[in-house]
């Protein structure tokens, strides 16, 4: 072993090799240097002012703290594999440094109540991050649900055609769902923006220090109360991990559609050259790789929601080594899910609707089929047999291949004489959309007033 461990005064013997490597989280915890010596600086600040050290000796150790974190971005000290963990790390090239006084930056601190505050300052800028990316996929939706207004698409339940739909309420539909995940990452921000420093291994310490203090210079909204806590919960890192799976979730549920929109048999969606690829043997394929990525990593983000989940179930409190385990879970949520909202956002950009292709979708269907059927209720017939009068209408075009469009006013009077020659008007696909009254309907009444709302929201908005 080349360091000997800073714990190491009660050992016979130093840990085996094996051990260590086994043992060791450097290679994924380096990611949290910056907020390892951010915090460390604060910590020893507040010693300082409670003058558990000495105003010189808080000022040599955060001096020799920004020294190590310029070393760490340039390469000059290697956050390697020999140590435990990024917090050794640091803590042991500061000994280095400064001698015996680097050895009183842990004075009141456990590496328990650090690995909690680090991971939470790491989430807060994790947050930030992805929040904005939402914000900026939201912009990109509104942009589009803009210029493709007034397009009627045929919309579906059970991927069967259902009914006329603008292609802006479909792409505001998203807008909303993101709006709550975006909320959700808020809500998660200010529950888990709380210092767990000071809780030490977990019973508390018996300096003096100043809690709130830290808190404060942290810009936390507060300390986490009870010491106990502080250090055994990961509940922050699961309620982040699940809303980052909510998010995939819909992301996915999106790409689902450019993939069958892309299709030759839906033809909806054209993604460009840049953001599509081919095959290796059949050289007329054009794939929608970019979407399928995004529903493929979903997955991933998932599975770090169980990973947490289920390494956390059976502990006891207080801290457990276990929890060293939250790590790859966490920076794989980040960064797979930063990246997923960062390529949606792109993917769209260069994606664009065939007009064309969904008004021949809606030609030859029957989409309109409970238009038809809330026709002959406004002309007084009660909603279950003009139900069953327009399913007939239906049956009678299926076995005859038509549709609709292909019917006139005389075939329609067999079925009722309730119809009259406005129907025909009545049933095409602007008007069935038009036709709609309810608040949040298809409308372009409705989809014009979720524009002009989101327009100002998303305009608004800075993260
Ligand atoms: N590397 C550890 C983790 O990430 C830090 C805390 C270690 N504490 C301990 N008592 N061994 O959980």
């Known amino acids: 072993m080349a360091h000997q461990a800073l714990w190491s005064g009660r050992f016979r013997e130093p840990l085996a090799a094996i051990a260590l490597k086994f043992s060791s989280s450097i290679d994924l915890d380096r990611l949290l240097y910056q907020e390892d010596i951010t915090g460390s600086i604060a910590h020893v600040e507040m010693l300082a002012s409670a003058k558990v050290l000495t105003g010189a000796e808080a000022r040599r150790i955060r001096t020799a703290l920004k020294t190590i974190q310029k070393e760490i ?17 640091i803590e042991h090239r500061l000994i280095q440094k400064l001698g015996p006084l680097g050895g009183k930056l842990h004075t009141g601190r456990s590496r328990n109540d650090q690995v909690a505050l680090d991971e939470r300052l790491y989430l807060r800028g994790a ?21 493709y207004f007034g397009v009627v698409m045929p919309g579906y339940t059970h991927l069967q055609r259902a009914q006329p739909v603008m292609l802006s309420h479909h792409l505001l539909a998203y807008v909303s769902m993101l709006e709550r995940d975006f909320e959700r990452l808020q809500q998660c921000h200010k529950r888990l923006n709380k210092s767990p420093l000071g809780a030490a291994a977990f019973a508390g310490t018996t300096f003096p220090i100043d809690r709130n203090l830290v808190a404060k210079k942290l810009h936390f909204d507060g ?16 309620e982040f991990i699940s809303a980052c799976s909510i998010t995939m979730m819909h992301l996915s549920r999106f790409a689902e559609e450019i993939v069958i929109w892309s ?4 033809g909806f969606a054209h993604t460009s050259d840049a953001y599509s690829t081919g095959s290796s043997i059949m050289p007329q394929k054009k794939n929608p790789d970019m979407a399928e990525l995004v529903r493929g990593k979903t997955g991933r983000v998932y599975g770090a929601l169980m990973n947490v989940l289920t390494m956390m179930k059976g502990l006891p409190l207080a801290y457990n ?5 939250d790590k790859l879970p ?36 029957f989409l309109a089929a409970t238009d ?11 909603f279950r047999d003009a139900h069953e009068v327009t399913g007939k209408v239906v049956s009678y075009c299926v076995s005859h291949k038509m549709y609709f469009g292909n019917l006139d006013l005389d075939t329609l009077r067999h079925f009722s004489p309730t119809f009259g020659p406005d129907i025909f008007d009545f049933i095409l696909p602007m008007s069935s959309v038009e036709q709609k009254q309810s608040a949040g309907s298809t409308s372009p009444q409705e989809v014009k007033k979720q524009i002009v709302h989101w327009t100002k929201v998303l305009g608004k908005r800075r993260v």
Do not use: C
């Open 73 to 89: 971005e340039s390469g000059k000290f290697d956050l390697s594999s020999d140590f435990e963990d990024v917090h050794m790390a």
């Open 127 to 147: 947050i930030r991050e992805i929040s904005r990316l939402l914000v900026n996929l939201q912009r990109v939706l509104l942009y589009k649900a803009e210029k």
């Open 223 to 238: 300390i986490v109360e009870n010491s106990i806590d502080a250090v055994s919960d990961r509940d922050y890192i699961i």
């Open 263 to 266: 299709s030759a048999e839906f």
């Open 321 to 325: 080594r276990d929890m060293q385990e």
């Open 330 to 365: 966490l920076f794989d949520t980040v960064h797979t899910t930063r990246q997923s909202v960062y390529m949606f956002a792109h993917l769209l950009v260069h994606t664009s609707f065939d007009k064309q292709r969904m008004a021949e979708e809606l030609r030859t269907d």
């Open 372 to 382: 038809m059927a809330d026709y002959l209720v406004r002309k007084g017939m009660p």
